[in-house]
């Protein structure tokens, strides 16, 4: 592809590839190969709230420290960007996915279709996309699958909204009437002229979706409401820090760092995206 | 004139959408919509009556035409846990989430717009990068990560480093259990409350101003029209005020208005983590003890917030550029 070619040019895009390979890489080895099972709970009452950088008195080292129940943070940190990428990622995607087949189907249809489309978007935008979580949330029982749900039903409104008004714009270009002239059925239209040349805001905003995707989702776990223990995700690994930030402020603050640098790179990639195709 | 009216049946078309959603969305729900309008406490001839109260057995459209004249009214209907009105809980808990809100929406733009306005006029150097780097990472933290991280330094952090007494700041609650209740000392007391939850949300939000800021103050100083009062010695001081301010105002309303649904949102996370009894944490304690009403009166006036601070927006652009005066 020529655009991720494009993209890795530039400082920010460089780094953000490089942040999010380092996670991806760091999911998939660092809990595999760690020496201490990140689930299981050993001496809690010795090893628990270990700081960063030390050996605990079974000689093992903590990067990031221990948490309440002596588990490794770090290991545990990266147990949970499995679940925190994977459903950021998924969430993202089916909601962009959503938007461009209703933004395209509400511009080529027009009419009635429109009009609805449109007015449930509006109405869905009206209200703040963390309270239509919550009350999702609050209606279905937690999980991995209702979150991704709920991320879906809550982001497509902003791709369907650009991929209309884009389908709309390249409606009116003299190619697609020569095709339309050339006696081209109008799904062909659709899909070999209109929807290749009005993808490119809709994938920048998917991109920038999956960060905030993340963020939503950890937000709901840090509210009992998302990914549920003992299945890590950044989320509720913030909300077992809490109770001990006083004491231990360690476990609470670094899965953050993970939340913030994955969300960073995300933003930095979108952006340039953005850039790039603008030129 | 007309546009105006326009804009008003707009949002209120809009605000009774948003209502029918939520109306609609709780009869979606898995299971019987009695089973979560009926507190779980009642046994079977009480859950009986009450649904027949609430005209569950009655067809959809005989349903929602009582939600409607019931929310006509101004009911929100009864919280199951506190047995009292809807509208009361929320009139109770939302001067608080406004307070907090709106302060800290009042000192995100003056900060998110001076660091914009610094980036921009030192665009391209160390400085400018080093503010980039930081308003995007805490752009992109999560409200509650930040509220915590001032709390471990406010708790663990000022016992460890020797704070003195008067930056002790207090990181729960709205007010001292112990302090006194009225006068200058009560409101003391709720300002030094306040300083950890306002600067939380502001943080978060200056740090996006900022960004838009100087990709707005980046365009304008490259206008010709900004050369042009360079070209004939208008002093910086008076470029920046007269060119580069009034141009830069009337997408920042627009965004003025957008940013007030982020601040809400954040602001239920930072209500939670400092135990402020405004309308997030009213919401998520509503959830969690499946008070559903209280659930679906919060949506429903946050959405209206939201509506009405488009609205605003959207009144207010004129006033700030003549161009949009038809």
Redesign the interface.
């Known amino acids: 592809m020529n655009i991720s070619l494009r993209v890795s040019s530039t400082w920010r895009a460089r780094t953000a590839l490089i942040v999010l390979l380092a996670l991806i890489l760091g999911a998939l080895l660092v809990p595999a190969l760690a020496p201490t099972d990140p689930r299981a709970i050993g001496d809690a009452l010795a090893l628990r709230f270990n700081p960063p950088l030390t050996f605990d008195v079974e000689r093992h080292f903590h990067l990031l420290g221990t948490d309440g129940f002596g588990r490794d943070l770090f290991t545990r940190m990266m147990l949970a960007a499995r679940v925190s990428l994977l459903v950021g990622l998924a969430g993202a995607l089916l909601a962009g996915v959503v938007g461009i087949g209703v933004g395209a189907s509400a511009a080529w249809l027009g009419g009635w279709i429109d009009r609805v489309a449109m007015a449930v978007s509006d109405a869905l935008l009206a209200i703040p996309r963390l309270v239509l979580l919550l009350v999702c949330a609050s209606l279905w029982p937690p999980g991995v699958v209702m979150v991704v749900v709920v991320l879906m039903a809550t982001g497509w409104m902003g791709v369907a909204r650009l991929v209309r008004a884009e389908v709309l714009g390249v409606r009116a270009h003299a190619y697609v009437e020569s095709a339309r002239a050339l006696g081209a059925r109008p799904q062909r239209v659709l899909w070999r002229h209109l929807l290749p040349n009005a993808l490119g805001p809709a994938i920048v905003a998917i991109t920038l979706g999956v960060g905030s995707a993340i963020l939503l989702e950890s937000g709901l776990s840090f509210l009992g409401l998302g990914i549920q223990p003992p299945q890590p995700s950044w989320g509720n690994m913030i909300a077992d820090g809490r109770d001990a930030i006083v004491v231990a402020p360690w476990v609470a603050l670094a899965p953050g760092l993970a939340l913030i640098a994955t969300v960073v790179a995300c933003s930095f990639l979108g952006d340039e995206l953005g850039r790039t195709g603008n030129r | 004139m007309r546009l105006l009216v326009r804009r008003l049946l707009d949002s209120a078309v809009?605000?009774w959408?948003?209502l029918t959603?939520?109306f609609l969305?709780?009869r979606a729900?898995?299971g019987d919509p009695a089973a979560?309008l009926i507190p779980p406490s009642a046994t079977a001839a009480d859950a009986a009556r009450a649904r027949a109260e609430l005209g569950l057995d009655r067809p959809l459209v005989v349903q929602y035409a009582r939600w409607a004249r019931d929310i006509l009214k101004g009911d929100l209907g009864q919280s199951f846990v506190q047995r009292r009105p809807v509208a009361q809980l929320l009139a109770g808990a939302l001067p608080v989430s406004l307070g907090l809100g709106l302060s800290s929406l009042a000192l995100t733009f003056l900060i998110g717009m001076a660091v914009g306005a610094v980036q921009a006029a030192r665009r391209d150097t160390a400085t400018d990068t080093v503010l980039t780097v930081l308003t995007?990472?805490v752009?992109?933290?999560?409200s509650?990560?930040l509220a915590?991280?001032l709390?471990?330094c406010f708790?663990?952090?000022a016992a460890r480093w020797r704070f003195p007494a008067v930056l002790r700041l207090p990181a729960f609650g709205i007010h001292d259990p112990a302090g006194t209740s009225s006068g200058f000392g009560a409101a003391v007391d709720v300002l030094r409350h306040a300083i950890l939850p306002v600067a939380t949300l502001t943080a978060i939000g200056a740090a996006g101003i900022a960004r838009y800021t100087r990709t707005i103050a980046v365009n304008l100083l490259r206008a010709d029209f900004v050369r042009t009062a360079r070209a004939k010695g208008v002093p910086g001081v008076t470029i920046y005020t007269r060119h580069v301010l009034s141009n830069a105002l009337p997408p920042l309303v627009v965004l003025f208005a957008l940013a007030l649904?982020?601040v809400?949102?954040g602001s239920?996370?930072v209500e939670?983590?400092f135990a402020w009894p405004g309308m997030g944490r009213l919401?998520?304690t509503a959830?969690?003890a499946?008070d559903?009403p209280v659930?679906?009166g919060?949506?429903a006036l946050?959405?209206a917030l939201?509506?009405l601070a488009?609205l605003a927006g959207d009144l207010a652009l004129p006033i700030l550029d003549p161009r949009r005066r038809a």
């Open positions: 809009l605000l959408l948003v959603f939520t969305l709780l729900a898995p979560l995007t990472s752009y992109a933290a999560p509650y990560w915590l991280a709390v471990a708790t663990y952090g649904p982020g809400l949102a239920v996370f939670v983590v919401m998520v959830i969690f499946r559903y659930v679906m919060a949506a946050y959405a939201v509506i488009n």
